[in-house]
C-alpha cells in the first residue's frame, strides 16, 4: 500500500471531526501521484529555443505531458505503392511499409519474435545518444554502420536484415532509416494485444557514423547507475520503470545462453504488467529475471513506481506512461523535429 492511502484511511475517519483536513489529504494524495508519475519534461533539439512550427508546438506538448498516445483516426492509402497519387501523399508509403511489418509482428500468440526484436531495435539505436553527445541517437545507425557488431546488440541480427530489407524497398520513396526503426518499435508494439497505439513522426535525417559507445545499459547493472545512465538521455527514474516494462514482451538469449528463448514473464506475446509481478515475486525458473530489472524493482527510489504498474490497476497507468517515454527514446538525437511529418494515422489500432 502506498504511504498516503494509510493516510487517506486515517484521515477519512476525522474528516468530519477536523474540517479542512478533506482538502489537505487531497493535496497529499495529488503530490503523491505527480511523484509516482514523474515524467520528464525536458526539451530536446530544435525545440530548445528558436521559433517553433507548427509540429514542432505539438512535439514540444507531447514531451511535456500532452498525451503520447494516438486518438482512432486511420488512413486510406490513395493509389498504388509507387502510383503517382501515391508518391504525392505523405502517408501512403508508410501504409504499405506498416502493412508489411504486421504481417511480421502479429502472430498466433500476440505478438511475435520480429516484434519483441523491433521494439529492442528501436531502442538501442536511439540510445547512443546522451545530453552531452553531439551526435547519435534515432538516427539509424544502428543498420548504417557497424554499430552491430558491438556485444550489446547481439540478438538483433534477424530483425536487422528484416528492418534493411524493408529500407530497401521504401528508401526511394524518401523513408528514412531512422524512420523505418522507431516505426517498427511502434508499429510493434501496438501488435501486442495491451501495446498502446503511440504517436508517429517521419522526417528523421539518417547518419551512417557509428554512435558514441558505452551508451546502452547492462543485465548486471546496479540500480543507480541505471538510473544516471537514463537521466542523462532526459529520461527520469519513472520514466525508466515505465520502458522496462517492454520487457512483458521479450526472450533472452544472451544472458544465460543456456536457457535461450526464456521469457521474462510469463505471457511473452501479450503487452501486460505480469512482468512487473513475476521481477518481484518469480524465482527465476520458469522465466528469467535480469538481475537489472531486480534491482530496479527492489530499489528505494524506483520500487513505488514499480509497484504501482505492478499492482492492480497497473496497465491502465503504465500504457500511457510507456507510451510517453517511448516517445522521447524515439525523438532522442533528433535535430530536425520542427520539419518532422506526422504519420499516426497509419499505425494500426490497438488490439
Ligand atoms: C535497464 C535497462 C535495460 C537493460 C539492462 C536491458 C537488457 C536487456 C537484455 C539483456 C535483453 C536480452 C537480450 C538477449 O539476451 O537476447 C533484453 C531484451 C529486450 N529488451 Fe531490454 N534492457 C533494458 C531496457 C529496455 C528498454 C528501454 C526497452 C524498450 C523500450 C527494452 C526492450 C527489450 C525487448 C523488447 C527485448 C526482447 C528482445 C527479443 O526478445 O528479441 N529493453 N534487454
Ligand atoms: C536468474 O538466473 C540467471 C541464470 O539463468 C542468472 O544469470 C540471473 O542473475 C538470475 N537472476 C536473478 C535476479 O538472480
Excluded at 501512403?92 to 500476440?110: E, L, N, P, Q, R
Aim: glycine residues 10%; aromatic residues 8%.
Amino acid at each position: 500500500m502506498k504511504p498516503s492511502t494509510l493516510l487517506m484511511g486515517l484521515c477519512a475517519t476525522q474528516a468530519l471531526a477536523m474540517p479542512g483536513m478533506e482538502s489537505a489529504m487531497a493535496e497529499i494524495q495529488a503530490r503523491d501521484d505527480f511523484f509516482l508519475e514523474a515524467r520528464s519534461t525536458d526539451l530536446l533539439g530544435d525545440l530548445i529555443g528558436g521559433v517553433l512550427t507548427a509540429v514542432g508546438n505539438i512535439i514540444k506538448a507531447i514531451l511535456q505531458g500532452s498525451s503520447a498516445v494516438g486518438d482512432g483516426a486511420t488512413y486510406t492509402a490513395p493509389g498504388s505503392l509507387g502510383s503517382d497519387a501515391c508518391k504525392n501523399d505523405a502517408l501512403c508509403a508508410w501504409s504499405y511499409i506498416v502493412k508489411d511489418m504486421s504481417t511480421a509482428f502479429v502472430g498466433a500468440v500476440g505478438c511475435t519474435d520480429a516484434a519483441r526484436g523491433a521494439i529492442r531495435q528501436g531502442f538501442h539505436d536511439a540510445s547512443t545518444w546522451d545530453k552531452n553527445s553531439p551526435y547519435g541517437g534515432a538516427d539509424g545507425s544502428l543498420l548504417l554502420s557497424d554499430e552491430l557488431t558491438r556485444p550489446e546488440n547481439r540478438g538483433l541480427g534477424a530483425i536487422g536484415d528484416q528492418t534493411k530489407a524493408w529500407y530497401n524497398t521504401y528508401n526511394q520513396y524518401g523513408l528514412s532509416m531512422a524512420d523505418i526503426i522507431q516505426t517498427a518499435a511502434k508499429v510493434a508494439v501496438v501488435s501486442c494485444p495491451g501495446g498502446p497505439r503511440i504517436r508517429a513522426f517521419a522526417g528523421r535525417r539518417d547518419d551512417s557514423r557509428a554512435g558514441p559507445t558505452d551508451m546502452l545499459p547492462s543485465p548486471f547493472q546496479d540500480a543507480q547507475s541505471l538510473i544516471d545512465l537514463f537521466v542523462a538521455k532526459t529520461f527520469s527514474a519513472a520514466d525508466l520503470i515505465a520502458l522496462l516494462g517492454a520487457h512483458s514482451t521479450s526472450k533472452q538469449n544472451f544472458v544465460d545462453p543456456s536457457r535461450a528463448g526464456t521469457p521474462q514473464d510469463s505471457d511473452p506475446g501479450v503487452w501486460d504488467t505480469r512482468f512487473y509481478s513475476e521481477t518481484l515475486t518469480s524465482d527465476n525458473t520458469t522465466i528469467l529475471v535480469f538481475p537489472s530489472d531486480r534491482n530496479l524493482a527492489t530499489f528505494s527510489q524506483t520500487r513505488a513506481q514499480w509497484n504501482s504498474f505492478a499492482g492492480a490497476g497497473g496497465q491502465i497507468r503504465w500504457a500511457p506512461a510507456f507510451a510517453s517515454a517511448y516517445f522521447r527514446m524515439s525523438m532522442l538525437g533528433v535535430d530536425n523535429m520542427n520539419q518532422l511529418t506526422e504519420i499516426t494515422r497509419v499505425i494500426p489500432l490497438p488490439r
